[in-house]
């Protein structure tokens, strides 16, 4: 067990449906990463937030959004799902990135 | 434009039979190049962070070193649990804390 958590491990949803993927960081780690990492593009970094406040973007679409909460839980929100959405998407965090990410075990999601 | 690659995209081994995984990387001030290992179904593992060239680190079989353009990660004695992907990413000055991670090696240790 890394001390991340993610909910749930797997989901499967028809197109243009909405899901709510779920992360808890490891205790004391401010920092937490969303990465989507499918066969064909590895691990792409979505979004990240320290302490409740969005702090970087990467190559996340329009449809998707994120938030932290106040007990530093995060989620990460998938709207009108398309077949290429289907991914494991992993949540990070870390106290200090120096010392790299701690990963969860991901969520598997398919879009049917 | 950065980017980073890795070489072999696979690698089958026999149990015993040392060799190297390759990263290599062209990106514009690098604060730090790290090594992950992925089991299938799982996220990945935190192996190893180089920052300069000429830098080392161990741990068990596995080796990392840095140079200017790239990384290697030696493997002495595999065994059949060391079969993963291996990982690389680079954390650059204007990446803030986040990563550019490379494809992958999928490593293979057969008994």
């Known amino acids: 067990d890394s001390g991340v958590t993610q909910t749930p491990k797997h989901l499967i949803t028809a197109t243009g449906q909405r899901v709510t993927l779920r992360c808890s960081p490891r205790s004391g780690d401010l920092s937490v990463y969303w990465y989507q990492q499918s066969l064909d593009q590895g691990l792409q970094f979505l979004i990240q937030y320290y302490n409740g406040e969005e702090r970087a973007k990467g190559n996340i679409l329009e449809r998707f959004s994120a938030q932290q909460f106040p007990d530093l839980h995060s989620e990460l929100n998938l709207s009108s799902l398309e077949l290429g959405d289907s991914a494991l998407y992993f949540c990070?965090?870390?106290?200090?990135?120096?010392?790299?990410?701690?990963f969860g075990s991901g969520t598997r999601l398919t879009v049917v | 434009e950065d980017q980073v690659t890795q070489s072999p995209e696979a690698l089958r081994l026999q149990e015993g039979e040392s060799s190297s995984l390759n990263c290599s990387y062209t990106v514009s001030g690098l604060r730090g190049l790290f090594w992950y290992r992925q089991d299938p179904g799982k996220g990945p593992e935190f192996l190893f962070t180089l920052y300069s060239a000429g830098e080392e680190k161990e741990k068990e079989r596995l080796k990392a070193t840095l140079t200017k353009k790239e990384s290697f990660l030696h493997i002495t004695a595999p065994k059949p649990e060391d079969s993963a992907t291996y990982l690389c990413a680079v954390q650059a000055v204007n990446y803030g804390q986040n990563f550019v991670f490379g494809p992958g090696t999928r490593l293979s240790v057969l008994p």
């Open positions: 990070a965090s870390s106290v200090d990135s120096s010392y790299g990410y701690t």
